[in-house]
């Protein structure tokens, strides 16, 4: 692969395209995709990459990029022959530079290529090298091993048949010695001798010529030559050919942030220098409650990739996965890997906007965790508002949160945006949707599982109503023990925070009302202002007059106002131990009760007879409130 | 106008002083107490004054009523002048406690012969003043009224008098309606004469039935346990009645245990300043 070549080949292209000749002459890739580029330029000049002659042109209004490379050349006299427009030479010019581009990058890739299988080839005959060596390795063994057993055998043969001849030898020196003998006893002159020793010498030659001569070998001149077991060494010889099959790639740890709600993104590598066409990976979820036995386990699923790495989606949230992979060649597939844990990424919480309170210094906000399993933690991010209602990149974030609320301290007067996100192990999730907290004035709902059971709220959770229609028995049964009881009131959910909060409660002429403060654990089966743990203004209608009393542990202080309020404002001061009533209308104080207040206190509402009152917060204290 | 110093006291950070001059409306020396707060000393202040009840002189309330601490603390300038003209020399001024001297009434007498010195209304609403802000570090937009019974009266029916002019009102036990108690009718009988339409003039509940004006804020204080309630010398319900129905925003604490004395005066004093720095500080 030449790659000076292919430019130089490309470039032909070039010439003969811009020449509008034939295109069908060179039928490369590239040449298509040029003839696309360029079909509909008709341009008439000439690129000879033989010329020396370098690109002219007339000089023109805008700014041209700035000349092609020095490879392209213009046969200028063909430019002012024709006469062609500007902006047609222009169009060109800049095809051509795409083109060179777009070529270098070919080049470049193919210069990669080049190196990947250079690379390859060079592990490919290391692994022959090294399989060569094994293959020696085993047959010289072989040879060893066999040779070792014939000089055994040879050995063994060796000494039978000495023992045999000596054997033979043996037995040859008894027969001469029974010849000898016997020559000798017939050589004797002595018959009387002769006599004696002749019956037993015939015997025994009789004897011994009974005795079977074994004239067998005692071993086999052949060797024994069993078929060696050459099977692991074809096998050997057959690996050499083939590619093995890939070791088992080793799976990454999750990396953070790399998961979303329903994706995870795994990776992995080989730590070998196997060749490799696919991997398969495999991944089931991991489920809180696995049975012992794995006839219930949840389907594995698969999925086949080239790369080393791979994100698999259609996942559910906040879910464990078991992920393994497998790596597969022409030869066979790898052993799996090691099985990697995985999270995915938690669902974004839900706040919940009636149940979130602020003063001027401080929010509280509280969710739901938006998942069904537990996360590992929580973030809320808090950005301020701009004053022309812009908002601002996020400015705060208070990380690790352990429960479904937060209490944020903030500046006064301001408007912040919060939002809050579910964090596991796989990372953040998405913001929740965002609530919009003002730090003017004290804000907080009714907690309406307070509410007496003849009382309704109305939907925007400000307006209290104590209906005329009877109640039904089934709903006075509800035995409660959070709601009032007789006094029909409700509680409302002040910020736990010791400042000073103000807000007003509207209310007819008419009302008789009960309207103040009281600690959360307040008897619900008693009347507001009648324990020592609530303080209140109330109004009597009596058939002469209006008549106010301040009640705390059922005591009031003896008053008459002559103005009756009909929008009072409340200001209570946790510092000071001061809770205040005011004619709002009239910036008339009415009266201040004293206390310390030991534990937090919730503003309360109640009605005496059927009427509605209006809460109204999130107001700014007016200055002689707190005074 | 010149002023003599008759006395002065550190007190609260600010001071106590009293101050003699020869009165153009009484016709003879009076005194009044003046209290400077520490503000006052490097910037104007609002000025509260307080009218006593019978028989007080301009002692009482610096000694006994317990001011100075909420006036320093609010930055208020107290003025305490006294009940009456004093050594005029008019025959049948000492014969009562309840009438003449230290009984001035806050009227302008129209009799003999108590016109010629008995002009506290005038004295107080107009002399006063006018010496104060010559001669002390006021300012002159900012007056309030308040006072204990005849200075109750007093302070009640100044601000009633002159929509506008005093920023703030209070009283403590006042008397509400002389033309209907024994004081009252003793009193104005003798400085006014018998037509009783001249009385109406000076009586808040009438004043209140016909008011019309900026709005007030008015708070009056009044000891349960107070003889003169019991003796219907302050009638505070027929001002509460009228106020009611005129709409004139009042709040009326009955205030269990306690009397007429100073000891009730002092344990709500600070709450009426407060009140009077609300407006005069605002």
Redesign the interface.
Known sequence: MDLFEIRGGTLDVIAEEAEHQDLSRNSTIMADREARATRGVSTYQRFSVDTNESLHFEPCEDSLPSPTPPEYELDDDNVFKEGETESEIVTVRNQLQGKVAEMENFAGHLEEIFLTVEENFGRQEQHLEQHYNDVLLTLSQRYDERAAGLEEEKKGKLEALYKQLLGCGRAMDASKELIETAQKVYRSQDKRLFLKAVMPTIKRIEDFAKEEVVLTLSTSLEFNTPLSDMSDVKTMMDSINVVPAPSAPVINPQMPNSASQTSLRVCWSLFSDDTVEYYELYYRPVLEDTPADSTCAPPVSKVKVKETHCTVADLLPNAQYELWVTATNTTGISPASEKALYMTVPSPPVIKQRECTSCPEAALIRWESGNTNPVDSYTVDLSEMGTDGTENAITESIVAVPTCQCLIQLQTGRRYLISVRAVNIGGPSDRSEVITVSTTGTLFYLLEETAHSCLSISEDGFTILYGDEELPISAMALDDNNTFSRCVAVLGDLIPVRGRHYWEVEVDDGTEFRIGVASEETERNSYLGANNNSWCMRHILTPS?HKFEFLHNGWS???????NPVRIGVALDYERGTLSFF?VE??????TFQCIFQSYVQPCFGLDNPGALTVHNGIEAP??AF? | MSLTQVSSNKCAGGFQKVFEHESTELKCKMKFAVYLPPKAETDKCPVLYWLSGLTCTEQNFITKAGSQVPAAEHGLIIVAPDTSPRGCNIEGEDESWDFGTGAGFYVDATEDPWKINYRMYSYITEELPRLINANFPTDPNRMSVSGHSMGGHGALICALKNPGKYKAVSAFAPICNPLQCPWGQKAFSGYLGSDRDTWEAYDATVLASSYSGPPLDVLIDQGRDDQFLSASQLLPDNLITVCSEKKIPVVFRLQPGYDHSYFFIYSFMSDHIKHHAKFLNA
């Open positions: 007059r202080p003896d008053l008459r106002i002559t103005v004619n009239l910036e008339q104080h009415l009266h200055e002689y005074i």
